[in-house]
């Protein structure tokens, strides 16, 4: 299976923004659809956003992440971001990237996440 190393975490206030990254090697992201998940203490683990193989079709978890979060897969570089804005504590979870479970199992061992964490 395939690695993955999320990046791009932080401390931000309310508000703000962040941009995550998620390398893979071990196999190519232009393969699989891929997606964002996060996971709030004492939560399950949640998808936020996914991307077809392409970038043909996106769809976000709900509709606030839609109008503030958006996803980006950059296939040459193997490489899936998550551009975020409007930060609101909500938000604080542990963010991982994988591929879309919607589509089969994961493809990828899960990497360690990035932590996001909002204040008010």
């Known amino acids: 299976q395939g690695q993955l190393d999320e990046s791009g975490g932080g401390l931000v206030q309310a508000g703000g923004s962040l941009r995550l990254s998620c390398a893979a090697s071990?196999?190519?992201?232009?393969?699989?659809?891929m997606a964002w998940y996060r996971q709030a203490p004492g939560k399950e683990r949640e998808i936020v956003a996914s991307?077809?193989?392409?970038?043909?079709?996106?769809?976000y978890a709900t509709y606030s992440v839609k109008h503030r979060f958006t996803i980006i897969r950059d296939n040459d570089k193997n490489t899936l971001y998550l551009q975020m804005n409007s930060l609101e504590p909500g938000d604080t979870a542990m963010y991982y990237c994988n591929s879309d479970h919607n589509d089969g199992p994961y493809y990828f061992n899960w990497g360690p996440g990035t932590q996001v964490t909002v204040s008010s």
């Open positions: 991307i077809s193989w392409s970038g043909a079709n996106i769809n």
């Open positions: 071990g196999r190519n992201i232009s393969d699989y659809n």
